[in-house]
């Protein structure tokens, strides 16, 4: 009996083992194993690297990415361009009185005329400023937000666009706004940060005269003076 049981149990093992490596033979055969890597492959509609063009078809519905996708290159900037808006960063609180006068209560384009100096513009005999402190003359276009414009209309240094053109506005752009829809221009200042992409673009501007350094184009045109306009200067 006990030699009996021993057999029927080997010939057990011996069968079973046999379907197991059989089974393995198939699976190897027919290929229906996933393979398993210790490292994740992307998925074929996803890469490491943000896709240059045609990228929010795939991305939409790539919900397993390996990786997130990079972030945009930031936009260089011109030295000019970030000598200006340094300059606008630096004194929108600490007036430079040493350098050129100041304006009370409407010292918005006599500031945003300083950085386009610092930008590399040069005064001619329509725009410019003399003297420091209390002892400052100018010409109109230098401190007037409707002179500023016209001037730079006149003169081809800048190319006007609306509020519907965000996505050509670039840093050191000329902001300008019109609260009441009057024609004329009530205000003036420097973009500094431009943020968002397509129909989501935010535009912020640094300026005297109610002083900022970081101030929405829309809160402004919304919130402060709600139904204002909004223009820009775009400066080559």
Same mark, same amino acid.
């Given at each position: 009996?006990?030699?009996?049981?021993?057999?029927?149990?080997?010939?057990?093992?011996?069968?079973?083992?046999?379907?197991?490596?059989?089974?393995?033979?198939?699976?190897?055969?027919?290929?229906?194993?996933p393979v398993v890597s210790a490292t994740p492959t992307p998925a074929a509609d996803s890469t490491q690297t943000a896709p240059k063009a045609d990228a929010a078809a795939s991305?939409?519905?790539?919900?397993?990415?390996?990786?997130?996708?990079?972030?945009?290159?930031?936009?260089?900037?011109?030295?000019?361009?970030?000598?200006? /808006?340094?300059?606008?960063?630096?004194?929108?609180? #600490?007036?430079?009185?040493?350098?050129? &006068?100041?304006?009370? @209560?409407? !010292?918005?384009?006599?500031?945003?005329?300083?950085?386009?100096?610092?930008?590399?513009?040069?005064?001619?005999?329509q725009w410019y400023a003399e003297g420091t402190g209390s002892d400052f003359d100018t010409s109109s276009p230098w401190?007037?937000?409707?002179?500023?414009?016209?001037?730079?209309?006149?003169?081809?240094?800048?190319?006007?666009?609306?509020?519907?053109?965000?996505?050509?506005?670039?840093?050191?752009?000329?902001?300008?706004?019109?609260?009441?829809?009057?024609?004329?221009?009530?205000?003036?200042?420097? /973009?500094?940060?431009?943020?968002?992409?397509?129909? #989501?673009?935010?535009?912020?501007?640094? &300026?005297?005269?109610? @002083?900022? !350094?970081?101030?929405?184009?829309?809160?402004?045109?919304?919130?402060?003076?709600?139904?204002?306009?909004?223009?820009?200067?775009?400066?080559?």
């Amino acid at each position: 009996m006990v030699l009996t049981r021993r057999f029927r149990i080997v010939a057990a093992v011996l069968v079973l083992g046999g379907l197991v490596a059989g089974t393995a033979a198939v699976a190897g055969m027919t290929g229906d194993e996933p393979v398993v890597s210790a490292t994740p492959t992307p998925a074929a509609d996803s890469t490491q690297t943000a896709p240059k063009a045609d990228a929010a078809a795939s991305d939409a519905t790539a919900t397993d990415r390996v990786a997130p996708a990079e972030a945009a290159e930031p936009v260089p900037i011109d030295a000019q361009v970030q000598a200006q /808006v340094s300059y606008m960063l630096a004194h929108w609180t #600490d007036y430079n009185t040493d350098g050129y &006068g100041v304006i009370t @209560d409407n !010292d918005c384009v006599n500031f945003t005329s300083q950085s386009l100096i610092e930008r590399g513009w040069t005064m001619d005999d329509q725009w410019y400023a003399e003297g420091t402190g209390s002892d400052f003359d100018t010409s109109s276009p230098w401190i007037s937000s409707t002179a500023f414009r016209d001037y730079v209309a006149q003169s081809g240094r800048a190319t006007a666009l609306t509020d519907d053109q965000r996505d050509q506005v670039k840093l050191g752009d000329v902001a300008q706004f019109d609260w009441d829809n009057s024609g004329d221009r009530d205000h003036t200042g420097v /973009v500094t940060r431009i943020e968002g992409s397509g129909d #989501d673009i935010q535009i912020y501007y640094a &300026g005297h005269t109610d @002083d900022t !350094d970081f101030r929405s184009v829309d809160y402004a045109i919304t919130e402060k003076h709600p139904g204002a306009t909004a223009y820009y200067w775009s400066i080559p």
